[in-house]
C-alpha cells in the first residue's frame, strides 16, 4: 500500500490555560472524531508540543485528499463541534488569514536508508 506523509503547524494561544487545555482534551478523543479520521484515510495521526507550537504528523493512504477531507469534517457536526471546542485554545500562525489554524508544512530535507 503507497501512504503520503503530511507536517502540519499550529499555535497554541501562549497561555499555560491553552497549552494545558489542549492536551489535556487530547487524552480522551471522542470515538466520533477517531472515526472521522480514518474515514478520511489517515492512517497514523501524531501531534506534537514544544511551548505554544504544535505540530502533527498525518501518514495517509494514498487517495486521501485535504479537500475531501474539508468536506467530510462540514458535514459531521461531531467535527464541527469538536473544532469550535479547540477554537478555544489555538490561534492565528503569523501571516496567515483570519480563523486560519492548521498550515501544511513544505519539506525541505528527506534522509532514509
Known amino acids: 500500500m503507497q501512504t503520503q506523509s503530511f507536517v502540519l503547524i499550529c499555535d497554541l494561544k501562549d497561555t499555560e490555560e491553552a497549552k494545558l487545555g489542549y492536551d489535556e482534551c487530547h487524552k480522551a478523543v471522542a470515538p466520533e472524531i477517531i472515526a472521522s479520521i480514518r474515514d478520511a484515510g489517515v492512517l497514523q495521526m501524531t501531534i506534537y508540543r514544544w511551548?505554544?507550537?504544535?505540530?502533527?504528523?498525518?501518514?495517509?493512504?494514498?487517495?486521501?485528499?485535504?479537500?475531501?477531507?474539508?468536506?467530510?469534517?462540514?458535514?459531521?457536526?461531531?467535527?464541527?463541534?469538536?473544532?469550535?471546542?479547540?477554537?478555544?485554545?489555538?490561534?492565528?500562525?503569523?501571516?496567515?488569514?483570519?480563523?486560519?489554524?492548521?498550515?501544511?508544512?513544505?519539506?525541505?530535507?528527506?534522509?532514509?536508508?
Not at 502533527?56 to 471546542?85: G, R, Y
Open 51 to 113: 511551548e505554544n507550537r504544535l505540530a502533527m504528523i498525518m501518514v495517509t493512504d494514498e487517495a486521501f485528499s485535504f479537500e475531501e477531507k474539508a468536506k467530510m469534517d462540514l458535514s459531521n457536526p461531531a467535527v464541527q463541534e469538536w473544532e469550535a471546542f479547540l477554537s478555544q485554545y489555538q490561534t492565528n500562525l503569523p501571516g496567515t488569514p483570519p480563523h486560519w489554524r492548521w498550515a501544511l508544512t513544505e519539506k525541505v530535507f528527506d534522509f532514509q536508508t
